[in-house]
């Protein structure tokens, strides 16, 4: 486990819970501000899951696949029992919501349970049942591609610098000439264009392997000075994003400050890195796959409760609720579910 990034985790699904908050209507010019400047853009969040899903994996995996340790059908278990039984679970509790709506299709159910949705540019699709799980619909495609990217990186060499050019290329071209009601759905959504994400994770360990930097973190001074201008990187993009067309924003825009913050805290050397070491924040890291998967829920239910019972309650103090008892949920399903069938698939479906 690498403390930092886990904890990180956390934050970035928080952002991701944040950009749900459009609901609330208020009379607070400072929420107001907040709502349309911070929490509009926490989507930035999935971008941040995507590119540490390819570092993490090639950290976890590559070397074990290069020397035979491990068979992709292992593998693909191994994946399929850390993601695939919350998003069953999740997909099941959004049933009664689509009854509610009437929009419950025997095929949109089969679409989400076999997390095709992603690949169907339909928002009312992709956005279906539990509205999160599109992007797990992304992610068991980009872990279906792993082992082989692995090993074309490995056998062609030249693979890499072709990448590293047509990648942005075809995105900026592509954002520039699809008109923008499609953009959400192609540059946002499709798997094939967010494997660009996962697949700049993957050559950010190759980056990370080679200790290039190492010397930049000799001293905890010199690593803390590299924290603090990760962060304020980070934050000087998050402040001009206004000034650019949100394509560009579902992904490419974020990759240099995503990959900066994860070589850097990867690290771990630097006073920031320590504390989000600790175990508290790390915990926290822990259930973030939980608290992505539940707050959507969370949320459609209570302004379902809301808007029939409680029409008059404070939305302001309501998001505080629908936070607590996310959380809640997200500590409950990670120690008594997510564990526990983790760990009983594995001991069922992969031979030691």
């Excluded at 941040?48 to 693909?76: C, D, E, H, P, W």
Aim: hydrophobic fraction near 55%.
């Amino acid at each position: 486990m690498i403390k930092p990034l886990t904890s990180l985790r956390f934050f970035f699904a928080f952002f991701v819970f944040l950009s749900h908050l459009s609901f609330v209507k208020t009379d607070n010019s400072l929420f107001n501000w907040l709502q349309r400047n911070v929490f509009f853009e926490g989507y930035l969040g999935v971008s941040f899951f995507f590119i540490l899903s390819g570092f993490v994996l090639a950290y976890s995996y590559r070397f074990k696949f290069s020397q035979g340790i491990i068979t992709k059908k292992s593998f693909y278990l191994a994946r399929f029992a850390r993601i695939y039984p919350l998003h069953f679970l999740t997909l099941i509790l959004a049933i009664p919501i689509i009854y509610f709506h009437n929009t419950f299709g025997i095929s949109s159910f089969l679409i989400n349970l076999f997390l095709f949705q992603s690949f169907i540019p339909k928002e009312d699709l992709f956005f279906s049942f539990n509205a999160p799980a599109w992007s797990i619909s992304d992610e068991m495609f980009f872990y279906l591609i792993f082992p082989f990217i692995i090993i074309l990186f490995e056998k062609i060499k030249a693979l890499k610098t072709v990448f590293y050019i047509a990648a942005p290329v075809i995105l900026i071209a592509g954002i520039i000439i699809i008109p923008e009601h499609y953009q959400k759905a192609i540059f946002y959504i499709n798997p094939v264009i967010r494997s660009f994400d996962f697949i700049f994770g993957i050559l950010l360990y190759d980056l990370f392997k080679k200790e290039k930097f190492k010397s930049c973190f000799s001293t905890m001074k010199r690593a803390t000075t590299i924290e603090i201008f990760t962060l304020i990187t980070f934050f000087i993009f998050f402040i001009f994003h206004i000034f650019l067309n949100r394509g560009f924003r579902f992904s490419i825009y974020y990759w240099l400050p995503m990959c900066l913050i994860i070589y850097t805290f990867v690290q771990n050397k630097g006073y920031i890195s320590k504390l989000l070491s600790n175990h508290v924040l790390v915990f926290l890291g822990e259930i973030s796959f939980g608290f992505y998967m539940i707050h959507y829920l969370v949320i459609t239910y209570g302004n379902m409760l809301k808007d029939n019972y409680f029409i008059n309650f404070n939305e302001i103090l309501l998001s505080l609720i629908y936070f607590i008892i996310t959380l809640i949920l997200s500590c409950l399903s990670f120690v008594y579910f997510e564990k526990p069938m983790n760990t009983f698939i594995k001991k069922k479906l992969i031979k030691t």
